[in-house]
T-cell receptor
Framework: TQLLEQSPQFLSIQEGENLTVYCNSS?????LQWYRQEPGEGPVLLVTVVTGGEVKKLKRLTFQFGDARKDSSLHITAAQTGDTGLYLC?????????????FGKGTHLIIQP | ETGVTQTPRHLVMGMTNKKSLKCEQH?????MYWYKQSAKKPLELMFVYNFKEQTENNSVPSRFSPECPNSSHLFLHLHTLQPEDSALYLCASSQEDRGGYGYTFGSGTRLTVV
């Protein structure tokens, strides 16, 4: 069974601060995805990283895939209250990914005004 | 409009009831999934359908029965559930050969078993 460990589980910071959340595994994934989920809603895809060492930026969010494709990080610069939510990482075992994703437990992020 | 619609949004059912959850996707995807989300646990994959064929069943109890009549619709039939089955049930879809690039999730059905 492939497991994804996310840290921290909970994070509460002030608006304007920077933060990093981590997603680690002992297994190799063909790709890794990050989702954001708000209460009462389903996860929404933020980004997919496929190549080891890949870095992707989405406005103030920077995503990195580890060289060995076993881990990933999400860095948020100058956090805003709208960034509050549950951040989930998910790994695909195969390139097609149609045999299901493995999810981490998530990081609950609260940005205080 | 997320492209994946789940109904109902909320469901309360007794342990002897039979109910069904419905999922519909309008994205032209050919793979659909049921996930269970419980507090303090990772999302758990329950069922996978590719091209309407079930390809994964992660040892889900038989009180959960999936049905995929076509590539746009997915059902989860429920009967004689237990209180520990209370959770958020999420449906997702993807292109069969592009699932590794991301799933589209519905808003979920919040199920409470009493």
């Amino acid at each position: 069974t492939q497991l994804l460990e996310q840290s921290p589980q909970f994070l509460s910071i002030q608006e304007g601060e920077n933060l990093t959340v981590y997603c680690n595994s002992s297994s190799v994934f063909s790709s890794l995805q990050w989702y954001r989920q708000e209460p009462g809603e389903g996860p929404v895809l933020l980004v997919t990283v496929v190549t080891g060492g890949e870095v992707k930026k989405l406005k103030r969010l920077t995503f990195q895939f580890g060289d060995a494709r076993k881990d990933s990080s999400l860095h948020i610069t100058a956090a805003q209250t709208g960034d509050t939510g549950l951040y989930l990482c998910a790994g695909a075992r195969s390139g097609g990914g149609a045999d299901g994703l493995t999810f981490g437990k998530g990081t609950h992020l609260i940005i205080q005004p | 409009e997320t492209g994946v619609t789940q109904t109902p949004r909320h469901l309360v059912m007794g342990m002897t009831n039979k109910k069904s959850l419905k999922c519909e996707q309008h994205l032209g995807h050919n793979a659909m999934y049921w996930y269970k989300q419980s507090a303090k646990k990772p999302l758990e994959l329950m069922f996978v359908y590719n091209f309407k064929e079930q390809t994964e069943n992660n040892s889900v109890p038989s009180r959960f029965s999936p049905e995929c009549p076509n590539s746009s619709h997915l059902f989860l039939h429920l009967h004689t559930l237990q209180p520990e089955d209370s959770a958020l049930y999420l449906c997702a879809s993807s292109q069969e050969d592009r699932g590794g690039y991301g799933y589209t999730f519905g808003s979920g059905t919040r199920l409470t078993v009493v």
